[in-house]
């Protein structure tokens, strides 16, 4: 999944953040020294377009600072141009002025697909910016964290659509490896993406156990970057036998809580019922034994889940198939701030169970475009000391008005995956404010 990262300038500009006045709302931007060419007035003009990589639909922060002789001018209008891939000749899309220490900020407008920035500024004129855009991919199907069947009688139908459209793009399902560890591979033959922008993909599970699955779009047509969709979590298992069914009161559970597993033998009166159960890469060995009452039906209660969990259950000669129990990560989620200018880094914390150290959680946004959600950054479980559960997660967060976002912790062959509640911020503008120069060797690219 992609991960939106600061630029090494961007994490020395949040460094020096720390002397800036109590109450101050400020960026630190570098002055512009480097081996650039000055324009006729001696003049030279910084550009900087972040994040470099957005899904179709978000806004893309131009920032920079204007000097002349080495000083920084405050006070004159910088032209910011923008030109779309594809699309001939550069339009202009804003005029900022420079603030104290030369500085200056624009926000574009949403954008659909590759684009180049550059500015100019008392004769100056800025190199180009490329950001790339990836196309907004949703996946729809049965309900996050269902319970699925193996079986060509229990055949799943996955929908889903990406904007704006890439007609004819190959559309792939993936499902995650068991090292849950950002590996992915493809597990269903390929469709494509219609004229309106939709696609459907239907797949037949064959195998039981935890199923994190994803769409990805092909990079084709307009786009440079592959869509990915937002993952969705399940649990396979396989269809029912009528002569010994086994079923659980909730599928999945929450990490530490209770769940029964339940079921009936067929024509069977007080008789013995064991319960058997593995983890992953380990073999079944007996949980429990009980009786059946006057109707066959028998009950076992598990305290408190701890892991995924496979289970059958024999009686006699009789046995169950395998169901497969979820146990979902609980996950706790918040943001520095809620009301931020744009350019600013809010992080995004909270805590885990189980305190797995190591593992993925991702940050994701909503789709600007539409429903669903996609991934803009990760971090992992904190390791070691009094932290050991929590995970904590800088974003740089660019646009204006409402933005929102949520925690999400993928599953693995231990545990579920499971999702904050959405985090609303308002982004709004706000000046940019040059603390100290800072030279540079080479502007990045």
Not at 144 to 172: I, K, M, R, Y
Not at 301 to 307: F, K, L, V
Not at 406 to 433: C, E, K, M, Y
């Amino acid at each position: 999944m992609r991960s939106t990262k600061l630029t090494a300038t961007l994490a020395a500009a949040a460094a020096l953040l720390a002397v800036a006045p109590a109450g101050a709302v400020a960026r630190v931007i570098p002055l512009p020294k480097h081996p650039a060419k000055a324009g006729p007035t001696g003049c030279v003009v910084s550009e900087f377009a972040e994040p470099r990589l957005v899904t179709s639909g978000e806004t893309v922060l131009v920032f920079g600072a204007l000097s002349c002789g080495g000083s920084p001018v405050s006070g004159q209008t910088v032209t910011v141009y923008e030109r779309s891939v594809g699309v001939p000749g550069f339009k202009v899309v804003g005029t900022p002025k420079t603030g104290v220490g030369g500085s200056y900020s624009f926000t574009s407008t949403p954008i659909v697909t590759d684009s180049l920035f550059y500015v100019r500024a008392m004769g100056a004129r800025s190199a180009n910016r490329t950001v790339r855009v990836a196309p907004q991919v949703t996946l729809g199907g049965p309900p996050d964290g269902a319970d699925l069947l193996t079986g060509p009688a229990n055949v799943v139908t996955f929908t889903g659509a990406v904007s704006p459209s890439d007609t004819g793009a190959e559309v792939v399902l993936q499902r995650e490896a068991a090292t849950a560890s950002e590996e992915w591979h493809t597990i269903q033959a390929r469709t494509h993406v219609r004229a309106d922008g939709t696609y459907t993909i239907v797949h037949k599970f064959i195998v039981p156990g935890d199923a994190n699955l994803r769409t990805v779009v092909v990079r084709f047509g307009r786009f440079s970057v592959r869509g990915v969709s937002a993952a969705l979590s399940y649990e396979i298992s396989q269809a029912e036998n009528p002569n010994l069914t086994i079923l659980s009161s909730a599928n999945p559970v929450n990490y530490g809580l209770p769940v029964t597993i339940s079921g009936v033998v067929k024509g069977a009166v007080d008789k013995s019922v064991t319960l058997l159960g593995r983890t992953a890469g380990t073999p079944f060995a007996t949980v429990a034994v009980a009786k059946t009452d006057a109707s066959g039906n028998y009950s076992f209660m598990i305290t408190s889940a701890q892991a995924n969990t496979y289970y059958r259950v024999t009686s006699g000669l009789k046995s169950s198939t395998i169901l497969f129990e979820g146990v979902k990560w609980v996950l706790t989620a918040s943001a520095s701030a809620t009301t931020v200018p744009s350019g600013t880094i809010v992080t995004f914390s909270g805590k885990t169970e189980p305190g797995r150290a190591g593992h993925f959680v991702y940050l994701e946004r909503q789709n600007a475009l539409g429903s669903g959600f996609h991934v803009v950054d990760l971090s992992t479980v904190t390791s070691t000391g009094p932290t050991t559960g929590s995970y904590s997660i800088p974003h740089f967060v660019t646009g204006s008005g409402k933005e929102v976002y949520r925690v999400r912790i993928p599953g693995d062959p231990i545990n579920q995956a499971a999702a904050s509640a959405p985090i609303a911020l308002t982004v709004t503008g706000a000046p940019v404010v040059i603390l100290k120069p800072v030279p540079l060797a080479k502007e990045p690219h």
